[in-house]
């Protein structure tokens, strides 16, 4: 199995539209200069007042200062230092727009955002094209920008354009479990360590809820997809998926 980008462990308390967050509830960085990091679900009313405009579990992921609210059934949000899977709509001559989700703006990815692109060697890539890519800005009031590959290494670290394969919607939720380094321990997730004992595939996770995944064959893939699908959609726990993936694994 090959997977791609994680992010850290968060801790998750469910809250309700309009509620205050108490200063003891966020998180506390080892390095005090490190700003707190607000994302989706979350407004900032100076000087000091946070408050909720979502309903879902309120996450903390405290190594990154980072407090956000996760709802599984609300639209995404691009957010910096999101990776996420795009869809090229179309070009102008120094960015490919890129579809992230239907309801936001088009992305726009520079043309040489590719790891050792010049104007010669760069991708050419045409509309359908799907990309695996970061956020690299994003604000309510501008096109989000996206690239493919770290700024500060100059690789592209898995990120590019996605070959074959094929691409499954997931919850927002279940993409966040799905990028935690520790799946088992920290989003009870045991789904895709269990089918990689019974088949070679490659997966890449947006967090904007879209999983592309390539196995050997059609069937393949489709096993992986529909099981990660319906560990989504069930709710299952760490027992369940196993018992899942035995069923799905008749069908190889």
């Given at each position: 199995m090959?997977t ?5 462990a ?13 200063p ?13 990091k607000l ?6 009313t100076p000087?000091?007042t ?14 990154k ?20 899977l ?20 088009f ?7 590719f ?7 760069r ?6 094209s ?7 800005s994003?604000s ?23 070959q ?7 919850s927002l ?41 390539k ?6 893939t489709?096993?992986v ?7 989504d ?5 760490c ?7 035995k069923?799905?694994s008749?069908?190889?």
């Amino acid at each position: 199995m090959t997977t791609t980008t994680a992010i850290s462990a968060t801790t998750a308390t469910f809250v309700l539209p309009g509620e205050s967050i108490p200063p003891e509830s966020l998180p506390i960085p080892s390095n005090p200069s490190i700003p707190l990091k607000l994302g989706p679900g979350l407004q900032h009313t100076p000087p000091s007042t946070i408050t909720t405009v979502l309903a879902g579990s309120l996450c903390i992921d405290a190594k990154k200062k980072a407090i956000w609210v996760e709802n599984n059934t609300g639209r995404y949000i691009p957010q910096t230092h999101d990776v996420v899977l795009a869809i090229v709509h179309h070009s102008s001559t120094d960015f490919y727009h890129c579809a992230i989700t239907p309801h936001t703006a088009f992305a726009q990815l520079p043309q040489l955002a590719f790891e050792g692109a010049t104007r010669k060697s760069r991708p050419q890539l045409v509309p359908g094209s799907l990309i695996y890519a970061r956020v690299v800005s994003a604000s309510k009031y501008m096109e989000p920008e996206i690239s493919c590959f770290n700024l500060s290494t100059g690789k592209s670290e898995g990120m590019g354009e996605l070959q074959g394969g094929m691409v499954f919607d997931v919850s927002l939720g279940m993409a966040r479990r799905l990028l935690l380094k520790k799946q088992k321990e920290e989003g009870g997730l045991v789904v895709l360590e269990e089918i990689a004992k019974k088949v070679a595939f490659e997966v890449a996770v947006g967090r904007n809820g879209m999983v592309w995944v390539k196995a050997g064959g059609v069937k393949e893939t489709l096993v992986v997809g529909k099981a990660l699908q319906e560990t989504d959609r069930e709710g299952l726990g760490c027992e369940e998926q196993e018992q899942l993936v035995k069923q799905w694994s008749r069908q190889l």
